[in-house]
Each structure stands twice: as C-alpha cells, then as structure tokens.
C-alpha cells in the first residue's frame, strides 16, 4: 500500500468487527472521533495515541500539540503523555537530546505530566519517529463526539488550513534551491508557533458556552478529510463552499509550486467546528475576540445528499484524497 493514513473506507472496515467487551467504553475506536472515552467514576478518562512521521524537526512540540488537540475537541484537558522514541543506529546523542528536551518544555507549557514510555535504537526507522500516547479527563456533562453534528448545523473553520503541512514542507525547502521567495519559506516554517498547531483556545471557548455539537482536528488527509470523518461518525452530508475556506498566502504559494492541493494537506491547528445556527454569530465572535480567525464554511445536510462543494457555482463531489497530499509529494521527491 501507499505511504499514509490509512483509508476511511478500510478503516471502517477494520473496526466493524470490533465488539465492545467493558461497559464503561463509552467512546470506543471508531472513525471520526478523535479519543476513547472510559468511564472512571465521576469522570470520563479520555485516551489518544499519535504519531509524528513527516519531519524530524520541532519533534517534541508536534507531539505533544497533536496529541492534545484530539483531547481537547471532547471538551477535555490533557493530563498524563507516554511516549516512545524510535531512532536509526547513526542518530547523534544530541539529537535525542534535543527531542527529549523539546518533549519536557511542551509538557511544561500545557501543564502536562511525563510519566512514562520507551526509548529505542533501531535500523528499522530512517530518521526519528515519535508515538504519544495522551491521558486526559472531562467532566461527564461536558463529553463532546464527533457523532453529534446535526442536519442543519452550521461548519466553521478556525485559523487557516494547510498551516502544520506548509511549515513541514517549508522547513524541507528551506536549504533546497527554489524560486520561492525566501520571507515566504520563513513565514511559513513559524506557522507552527504563530497562528499555531494548538486548538486549545478555540476548543475551550466553545465548550465554555455550550456552542458546539461536535469538533474534529483535521490532521492527516487535510480538511477534506477530517470533513468526511465527520459525516461518517454522525451519519449525514455536508455541503461546504470552497470559496469560504480560509487559505494562508504563503501556503497557497508553496503549494501552487509543489503542485499541492491545500484541501488534502495535513491541517492541524485548524478546528472544524458545527453549530447550531442560532449560535453561530455569537461563536464566531467569542473566537474572533481571541484573535483567531474563524470561518463558516458550509452546513451539515442530511446522509442521502452525501459530500458536496460548491466551487464556481457549480456542485460537485467531494475531492478525494487516499492519502495525504504531504505523503504524496515526498513520496514522489
């Protein structure tokens, strides 16, 4: 098979067999939601595991930014990350070093506790690979799904697509030749830092005033299809305007050269979002007071009128993408 995420459709596959044998999963494996939810008593545990395969550089931040942007679309609070670190026989000590410490310092800025995982030396991997595996808790009446967008619900976006895609592939290009301006590969490279890979901000604020009826962190596969796992794990369509969907500069540029599509691009930091319109305005001008650009992107609709974009006023089927556009283009190069 090709390199990447593996596909819904297999991965729905894989997961109907699955037989729920302990009564307090409550959200247990299933496309779409980004956690498992375990019942503990007077809380649910939430519990996520993620890997950081495309880049190497600023290892420790993607990780344990990654990992908590799917505890926070529950409405959760990452507590407790184990992680296991897997490195070719050549690595330099320094290198584990300075992913081990850039681990620590992310941890400390979510108030996160390190509390255990694996180290490893192995020819098997060609560069550094890191696997999280994040605990976090959420009160019972707070516990958001995936599942719970409805017919008629309102889709925003937060920030700008495509940003954790466009700083990889600018971090790639930076001492490669290329005609793209080089303020442009810089800009690009600190969209991890500014606007950000963490949804924590965005997330909480619509926990806070009960606005949302579901969220989901479209990482690998891009908007396109964190969208569709959306659908799938709430059984409905969508109808999403292209037009609407906010795209970085910088991002429309890198991707134009490199002949990327941005609706297929790894997309963390970006929050998709539904609502119900009645609340709409009033969230987006919660998040706007943030400083966090927000967009409506589309509606929810109902199953049998399945995924649509409007581009150039004509409708159409969603794009497909089987892969993320990252893994394509590095496949390829």
């Known amino acids: 098979m090709k390199s990447g995420k593996l596909p819904n459709k297999i991965l729905s596959n894989l997961l109907e067999s699955l037989k729920n044998t302990d009564e307090r999963v409550i959200v247990g494996p299933s496309v779409g939601e980004d956690a498992s939810a375990i019942d503990m008593g007077d809380k649910y545990i939430l519990v996520k595991t993620d890997p950081i395969t495309f880049t190497s550089d600023n290892l420790g931040w993607y990780l344990v930014n990654i990992n908590s942007n799917d505890i926070f679309t529950m409405g959760g609070t990452p507590k407790w990350l184990l992680t296991t670190l897997l490195f070719n026989p050549e690595v330099k000590k320094s290198k584990i070093k300075e992913i081990f410490e850039d681990i620590k310092k992310s941890c400390s800025i979510m108030n996160i506790a390190l509390v255990g995982g694996h180290t490893e030396i192995t020819p098997e991997v060609n560069s550094p690979i890191a696997i999280g595996c994040l605990i976090g ?102 109808l999403i305007d292209v037009n609407k969907i906010p795209v970085k500069t910088e991002t429309a540029i890198i991707c134009n050269k490199l002949n990327i599509d941005p609706l297929g691009l790894i997309s963390s930091g970006s929050l998709v979002i539904t609502c119900n319109p009645s609340n709409t305005s009033n969230l987006i001008k919660l998040i706007s007071n943030l400083k966090i650009n927000v967009s409506k992107i589309g509606k929810i609709t109902e199953q049998n009128k399945g995924l649509k974009i409007i581009k150039d006023n004509k409708i159409t089927d969603f794009p497909k993408f089987e892969r993320d556009e990252i893994a394509r283009y590095f496949e390829s190069n």
Do not use: C, W, Y
């Open 137 to 238: 808790e959420v009160d019972k009446n707070i516990l958001l799904r995936t599942s719970g967008a409805n017919i008629n619900d309102d889709i925003l976006i937060t920030k700008h697509i495509g940003l954790e895609g466009t700083s990889i592939l600018a971090n790639h290009l930076k001492n490669k030749k290329s005609d793209i301006d080089p303020n442009i590969i810089n800009t690009a490279i600190k969209f991890i830092h500014e606007p950000g890979i963490s949804v924590m901000k965005e997330s909480q604020i619509a926990i806070k005033n009960k606005m949302a009826t579901s969220m989901h962190d479209p990482t690998e596969g891009g908007l396109i299809t964190g969208l569709e796992e959306v659908a799938i794990a709430s059984k409905n369509g969508m």
